[in-house]
């Protein structure tokens, strides 16, 4: 889970597995413009990504196309290298398409799936910067960002078993919905022209094609 994207620089990134979370620093500046002591090197990270890679886990995400841009910009291409999926497009799918009651994202998901409020970002960086956030409390902010990954984990756990009980809904999910996720990631770092009315009417299709296939 990557936690906050800064003039092109990732921060850093959380990753859970088990019952804890952790927050690796990799580009945090300290008060005088400095970089953080508490950042990893590039190597280090490295041997992490590579870790992750030769594990051959499935490395679950919360908007993948957001964190599948960023493990790029770090250096790492998980798009293409190692098997992942998104737990927004999973919540979304056992919706049925519909919208989801108080949104699609990680910290309602948290709530309304597993019962567990998450910390805001207002309440870590109340000035909407969450580097400064970091070298005021690093506690709080390490906390903050390690809990995304928990949470991420958690709700895919709870979910899986609802979507594995519909063999329909897992191969939408693993044949259609996931490589959706890695498309939508290229979209957004090359740009796409699109025709607002085409899709308007694909929506009205899928959502209908989803519901029938649900029953």
Same mark, same amino acid.
């Given at each position: 889970?990557?936690?906050?994207?800064?003039?092109?620089?990732?921060?850093?990134?959380?990753?859970?597995?088990?019952?804890?979370?952790?927050? /690796?620093?990799?580009?945090?500046? !300290?008060?005088?413009?400095?970089?953080?002591? #508490? +950042?990893? $090197?590039?190597?280090?990270? %490295?041997? /992490?990504?590579?870790?992750?890679? !030769?594990?051959?886990?499935?490395?679950?995400? #919360? +908007?993948? $196309?957001?964190?599948?841009? %960023?493990?790029?910009?770090?250096?790492?291409?998980?798009?293409?290298?190692?098997?992942?999926?998104?737990?927004?497009?999973?919540?979304?799918?056992?919706?049925?398409?519909?919208?989801?009651?108080?949104?699609?994202?990680?910290?309602?998901?948290?709530?309304?799936?597993?019962?567990?409020?998450?910390?805001?970002?207002?309440?870590?960086?109340?000035?909407?910067?969450?580097?400064?956030?970091?070298?005021?409390?690093?506690?709080?902010?390490?906390?903050?960002?390690?809990?995304?990954?928990?949470?991420?984990?958690?709700?895919?756990?709870?979910?899986?078993?609802?979507?594995?009980?519909?063999?329909?809904?897992?191969?939408?999910?693993?044949?259609?919905?996931?490589?959706?996720?890695?498309?939508?990631?290229?979209?957004?770092?090359?740009?796409?022209?699109?025709?607002?009315?085409?899709?308007?009417?694909?929506?009205?299709?899928?959502?209908?094609?989803?519901?029938?296939?649900?029953?």
């Amino acid at each position: 889970r990557v936690t906050d994207l800064t003039e092109g620089r990732i921060l850093g990134f959380s990753l859970s597995c088990y019952s804890t979370g952790v927050y /690796i620093a990799v580009n945090h500046r !300290d008060y005088k413009g400095h970089p953080h002591e #508490a +950042n990893l $090197s590039k190597e280090q990270v %490295a041997s /992490i990504f590579q870790a992750i890679k !030769d594990s051959g886990r499935l490395v679950v995400l #919360a +908007n993948a $196309s957001f964190d599948l841009k %960023a493990a790029r910009l770090l250096g790492f291409n998980i798009r293409d290298q190692i098997p992942h999926c998104d737990i927004l497009m999973c919540a979304w799918l056992l919706a049925r398409g519909k919208r989801v009651k108080g949104g699609l994202n990680l910290k309602n998901l948290s709530k309304t799936i597993i019962g567990k409020e998450m910390m805001t970002f207002a309440e870590v960086a109340s000035d909407k910067n969450f580097e400064l956030a970091f070298n005021r409390d690093q506690d709080k902010s390490v906390k903050y960002a390690s809990d995304d990954a928990l949470r991420t984990k958690e709700v895919w756990e709870k979910m899986l078993p609802d979507l594995e009980a519909n063999d329909n809904w897992l191969k939408v999910f693993w044949e259609l919905e996931t490589p959706v996720t890695e498309l939508v990631a290229h979209m957004g770092e090359v740009g796409v022209q699109i025709d607002s009315e085409y899709l308007t009417e694909l929506d009205i299709q899928f959502t209908e094609q989803l519901t029938e296939i649900g029953r």
